[in-house]
C-alpha cells in the first residue's frame, strides 16, 4: 500500500555517458543535469514500483529542481527520493542527489499512477493518427 514516507535511493557513476557534453546539455566533461534529472525520476519511480497494483505504472508530469554544483568523471552520484504527498493518483516526491563530496541538487517531483497498458494504447493511436 502507497503511503507518504516511502523512500528510495539509486546510485550511478558519472562517465561520458551521462555528461552534460554527451546530452548536448553543455560542453563540459562533468555530471549533466538531464543525467541527474533521469536519476531523480528512476528513483521515485522505483520507490513506489513495489506498492502498485498488477498493471500499474508511473509517469513523471512534474520536476522542479536544483543543479546547484559540478561533479567529475568517475565519482558517484546517489539520489534519495521521499514520497511527501499522495492526492489520488497524484504522488509528490522531495529529490535531492549526492556526490561524495556532498549535496549537487534537489527538488521536487510528481508522478501520475496510471494503466500501463491503456497508456501504451493510447499514446500508440496518437503516433498512428500523426
Do not use: W
Request: proline share 3%.
Amino acid at each position: 500500500m502507497l503511503t507518504v514516507g516511502i523512500k528510495g535511493s539509486e546510485e550511478v557513476l558519472v562517465s561520458e555517458s551521462n555528461s552534460a557534453k554527451t546530452f548536448g546539455s553543455g560542453t563540459l566533461e562533468v555530471f549533466g543535469t538531464p543525467g541527474m534529472i533521469a536519476l531523480m525520476e528512476k528513483t521515485a519511480l522505483k520507490s513506489v514500483e513495489p506498492y502498485l497494483e498488477d498493471g500499474q505504472g508511473t509517469v513523471g508530469t512534474l520536476l522542479n529542481v536544483t543543479h546547484d554544483a559540478p561533479t567529475p568523471f568517475g565519482m558517484k552520484v546517489r539520489c534519495e527520493s521521499e514520497l511527501i504527498e499522495i492526492d489520488r493518483r497524484r504522488l509528490v516526491f522531495h529529490v535531492a542527489a549526492y556526490d561524495e563530496s556532498g549535496k549537487i541538487g534537489e527538488g521536487r517531483h510528481e508522478r501520475f499512477i496510471i494503466d500501463s497498458e491503456k497508456f501504451q494504447k493510447k499514446a500508440n493511436e496518437k503516433g498512428r493518427k500523426g
